[in-house]
């Protein structure tokens, strides 16, 4: 079993360097030329399975990647515990702002959004569902996710509980 990891591609809101978080936004043009550049170096996997959030920049990515590449028959999973976290009041703002704010110390709670550890739970949760049921079954799965969750799905697969998953992450794309 080998595990593909793919961040979804650019927004416009990634773009002007704001927070996104659960905000459903497409793919900008230029976060759909950045997918087709590296979506031919996704052809030499043949995935039986690919995971994405319910967020539609992660269906977008992955759709992409399945038309570029010829996977139109193999499984997919969405999952909205593969959502990205939830900011709140901070959604749209600017990260520089946020990390300016958040500068004093780690932030667990965000007014209006989700808890840290919610996020972290959800997550996690999500990871023991795929591989309790997938990882037997499947030997290639791309994961198409954002940032944050992806952060959080390494922190998972390099524990100790998760049986050795991580050394079966053969590639990155970010």
Do not use: C
């Not at 416009?12 to 976060?31: A, C, R, T, V």
């Not at 999952?79 to 500068?103: A, P, T, Y």
């Amino acid at each position: 079993m080998q595990f593909v990891i793919v961040k979804s591609g650019l927004t416009l809101l990634n773009e002007n360097h704001q927070i996104q978080g659960s905000y459903d936004l497409p793919l900008s043009e230029k976060g759909k030329e950045l997918v087709f550049q590296y979506s031919n170096r996704l052809e030499l996997y043949q995935p039986t399975f690919i995971v994405t959030s319910m967020q539609r920049r992660s269906r977008e990515t992955a759709e992409i990647l399945i038309n570029r590449n010829g996977w139109q028959e193999v499984e997919w999973f969405r999952d909205s515990r593969f959502n990205d976290r939830h900011f709140g009041f901070w959604e749209g703002k600017k990260v520089d702002d946020f990390l300016e704010f958040s500068k004093e110390s780690i932030i667990q709670h965000i007014p209006g959004g989700e808890y840290h550890l919610n996020f972290l739970e959800r997550i996690h949760k999500a990871m023991w569902s795929i591989q309790e049921k997938v990882i037997r079954e499947h030997s290639v799965i791309v994961m198409v996710l954002d940032e944050r969750v992806i952060k959080e799905i390494l922190n998972f697969l390099n524990n100790e509980s998760s049986n050795g998953l991580n050394d079966h992450i053969v590639e990155f794309f970010y």
